[in-house]
């Protein structure tokens, strides 16, 4: 039993130092700084997700356009090389 409030004195006794510790480190950045350096680093997360996700996005869509190439060379059509389409266009080249 002796140990066991030993233990506890010694982990409360280091877990204060430690809260302690935090809070002057803390006390010491000034609260807008540090909201700044977590939105800036949240900003980079999301845009590197963002990119990824575009890349997986692409990669998947250029994988399913050469199935339906090869499909469609297997079904005896004529295929020709991929068309370039310009996503932001309104008018048409036919």
């Known amino acids: 039993m ?9 982990a409360g006794v280091v877990g204060a130092a430690s809260f302690e ?10 609260l807008r700084k540090a909201t700044v350096v977590a ?5 980079r997360v999301v845009r590197d997700a ?3 996700a ?8 250029l994988g399913l356009a050469d199935v339906i190439a ?4 297997r079904a005896g059509e004529d295929v020709g ?4 389409t310009n996503a932001g266009s309104t008018t048409s080249d036919n």
């Open 81 to 84: 090389p991929p068309a370039v």
């Open 54 to 61: 575009g890349e997986g996005a692409e990669h998947a869509r």
């Open 21 to 30: 510790a935090v809070r002057k480190t803390v006390a010491k950045v000034p």
């Open 2 to 10: 002796h140990a066991f409030l030993a233990r506890a004195a010694i």
């Open 39 to 43: 939105a800036a680093w949240g900003i």
């Open 70 to 73: 090869e499909a469609r060379e």
């Open 50 to 52: 963002e990119r990824k």
